[in-house]
């Protein structure tokens, strides 16, 4: 609330000050991560400094590399084909706009600025192509059909409303199985077909308690950390044929 009551008051800037095209916040910048979580949603908030203007809101995860493979028939059997890696892949992508992004701005700044799905599907660039450009244009596809599948790609179908023509407010879901590490939002003040202004705001989500200590153990050892795994299945699965069988 208090926020938000900061952002009003930016409407109050005097004329003959010139003030930044747009302002915007997350209300939490960090977003904790613990064995019981089921996801969360990230609110943005600003306010426009020039009537008239749009935004465009982008929330961005931790780049990974995601690894796709083609099937292919050798002896009549289906094997693994060779690997298409794909480097610094958004592990979130979440888009929100007052209008259709192809509507605001060129192709050409999408595709520099990353804003859109086509855009983001352009920037996908792997390691070393093993296929040729038609086929490499189905695989960057299925990477991102693939993490819209997850929910780790949104684009909000429905456009942001702007309340007294500056102040908005952006909500995105993230999922229970999102990446752990540095976010960013990216907010673009746009007009007349040109970004008059932009602002970018990091958020973390980060594991905390025990989800933390078995998370860095299991980087810090991970043959100890199979073996226990194994070994408390073992146990389990021993117990559990006992328990039926002493019934």
């Given at each position: 609330m208090i926020r938000w009551l900061l952002a009003?008051?930016?409407?109050?800037?005097p004329h003959g000050t010139r003030a930044q095209a747009v302002?915007?916040?997350?209300?939490d910048p960090l977003v904790a991560i613990t064995t019981g979580f089921s996801g969360t949603e990230v609110t943005v908030f600003g306010t426009l400094e020039?009537?008239?203007?749009?935004v465009i809101v982008v929330l961005r995860g931790p780049g990974q590399t995601l690894k796709l493979r083609h099937k292919q028939r050798v002896f009549g059997l289906w094997l693994n084909g060779p690997a298409?890696?794909?480097v610094q892949v958004p592990g979130f992508?979440?888009?929100?706009a007052t209008k259709p992004v192809s509507s605001?701005?060129?192709?050409e700044d999408l595709n520099q600025n990353r804003l859109g799905l086509s855009a983001l599907q352009a920037s996908l660039d792997p390691v070393r192509a093993t296929s040729g450009p038609e086929v490499l244009d189905t695989d960057r596809a299925?990477?991102?059909?693939?993490l819209a599948?997850?929910?780790?790609?949104?684009?909000?179908p429905e456009p942001i409303r702007l309340l007294a023509g500056r102040l908005f407010k952006v909500n995105f879901a993230l999922p229970s199985n999102v990446p752990v590490g540095p976010f960013q939002v990216s907010v673009y003040a746009v007009k007349d077909r040109q970004i008059i202004g932009a602002i970018t705001t990091p958020l973390i989500t980060s594991q905390v308690g025990i989800a933390a200590d078995v998370h860095d153990w299991a980087y810090i050892h991970p043959l100890i950390y199979a073996l226990v795994s194994l070994s408390l299945a073992v146990l389990m699965g021993g117990f559990g044929f006992w328990a039926f069988r002493a019934r």
């Open positions: 009003a008051l930016l409407l109050l800037t302002l915007a916040d997350v209300t020039e009537a008239g203007a749009d298409q890696l794909f992508y979440g888009l929100a605001l701005l060129s192709l299925a990477v991102v059909s693939e599948k997850r929910g780790l790609i949104v684009q909000k």
